[in-house]
């Protein structure tokens, strides 16, 4: 397959299915991959010389966890084409619901997440949310879990235990680490998001231990 359409990027001419005759063409191609193409190039899987054909304009594309920031528009826009799409009442995903979202690592990227959507919207049709408005508690489990929380029981019932400062340490721990891996790593934007100096946000988590 790869000899073939080496082939026709070199000759730039197209047969019709059922043709007989190749035809010259004038096309653009766009080629997107998921793999390392340059390293499979390397042991002989992918071809060299389709390689340098395909490459003429290399566009470098970071994962959605790597641009967390982008989540939140790209939930609007796949709103907006789902409910069009399946005729739904427009709905909302609330500021929790979002920073859950954002704090998932979405290996399928931006394709994963609008199926994520798409199906959340689907799930909620029934549901009427006050408002139209999605929290983070009605996120389905696979997504939910991500919510900060105190573990199991027994470490429910052990923070119960503890006075109130012992208590709200663990609480800001496990806030703030939700909230750094939401932003991914980024401590300007996560300072920002919390409401606190940037300075002050960084002798929080010394003092914390993280």
């Known amino acids: 397959m790869q000899r073939a359409l080496l082939r026709r990027l070199v000759e730039s001419r197209l047969q019709r299915g059922g043709g007989t005759q190749a035809m010259p063409r004038a096309v653009r191609s766009i080629a997107t991959s998921s793999q390392d193409v340059a390293a499979q190039t390397e042991s002989g899987e992918f071809r060299s010389d389709l390689l340098h054909r395909l490459a003429i304009v290399p566009v470098q594309l970071t994962p959605l966890k790597e641009r967390r920031e982008d989540v939140p528009p790209l939930v609007n826009v796949f709103i907006e084409q789902v409910c069009r799409m399946h005729n739904l009442q427009r709905m909302t995903i609330g500021e ?108 929080k988590i010394k003092s914390l231990g993280l």
């Open 96 to 203: 929790d619901a979002i920073a859950v979202l954002q704090a998932q690592d979405w290996p399928g990227n931006a394709r994963q997440l609008r199926n994520s959507i798409e199906r959340l919207l689907i799930l909620m049709k029934e549901q009427q949310p006050e408002g139209g408005i999605i929290s983070a508690n009605m996120l389905p489990s696979d997504i939910g879990e991500v919510l900060p929380t105190v573990g199991d029981a027994d470490a429910s019932a052990h923070l119960m235990s503890l006075p109130l400062r012992e208590a709200r340490e663990v609480f800001e721990r496990q806030y703030l680490l939700a909230q750094i891996e939401r932003f991914g790593g980024n401590i300007s934007k996560t300072a920002e998001f919390v409401g606190m100096e940037r300075s002050a946000l960084h002798r």
